[in-house]
């Protein structure tokens, strides 16, 4: 079997980690939390998970929250440096579902690159999501597919699957992007090495604990992202 690594960044998710790293030590796989010094004792609440399931939890404290990009590099270079042959990134909000983690390591076997997709069928978002919500992400993709000709229906997605190839084939250490342009810049990284990239559907569910870390400066920064990509300023393979 291979080894599988989730790698979850974190800053203020002590009310959700818990959970979701339960619902993830059901499935065979490991666990990588990224955490940015949260000043709510995430990174206690990690400790303790780490305690508890030894070997199979791990946690990368940093010192400074220096945006979601930085934490995944940090996380993902972590797994693959610990051995790690598929490397998942997901969100700690419990926004994306465990229950796809089994279809998305097969089919990532198979190619190499999976997106948990809200876009291809099958796949939704929230209910809770007020139209001007829903309107905004589906402008977002429309926007970057647009700009980048991705080729993808979930160009913003953040629930992944890796092959570790994959991971080296873009160079993952000079990706420079932070915060959700950080997506951007991988999806397009990939398919400019010519990798193969799969979508399957999910259910993309608000929040139920915390706040959201979506702020003018990330909206600005991911308008900008694809601009810079496109004209050679992203440092793109």
């Known amino acids: 079997m291979p080894k599988v690594v989730v790698v979850v960044p974190t800053y203020n998710e002590r009310e959700n980690l818990p959970v979701l790293v339960g619902q993830l030590l059901a499935l065979d796989v490991h666990v990588l939390v990224v955490d940015d010094n949260s000043p709510d004792g995430t990174g206690e609440v990690a400790d303790k ?3 508890d399931a030894p070997g199979r939890v791990g946690v990368l404290h940093r010192t400074a929250k220096d945006g979601l990009g930085r934490a995944y590099v940090a996380g993902m270079t972590r797994a693959l440096d610990e051995g790690a042959d598929v490397v998942i990134q997901m969100d700690a909000d419990l926004s994306h579902p465990v ?3 089994p279809l998305m390591v097969s089919t990532v076997l198979e190619s190499d690159v999976v997106l948990g997709s809200r876009y291809v069928t099958g796949g939704s978002t929230a209910a809770e999501w007020p139209w001007h919500r829903k309107a905004l992400s589906a402008w977002a993709n429309f926007y970057v597919n647009a700009v980048l000709r991705l080729g993808v ?8 699957a890796w092959r570790a190839s994959a991971l080296r084939a873009i160079d993952l250490g ?5 915060g959700y342009s950080f997506q951007v810049e991988m999806n397009h990284r990939a398919v400019r090495a010519g990798l193969r990239i799969a979508e399957v559907p999910i259910r993309f569910e608000e929040r139920t604990e915390g706040a959201s870390k979506m702020s003018l400066g990330v909206q600005v920064e991911s308008a900008l992202t694809p601009w810079k990509l496109l004209l050679g300023r992203g440092k793109s393979k």
């Open 174 to 178: 000079s990706v420079r992007s932070n």
């Open 49 to 51: 998970l780490v305690a």
């Open 99 to 101: 229950s796809v983690i």
């Open 153 to 160: 229906r979930d160009a913003t997605a953040g629930f992944k």
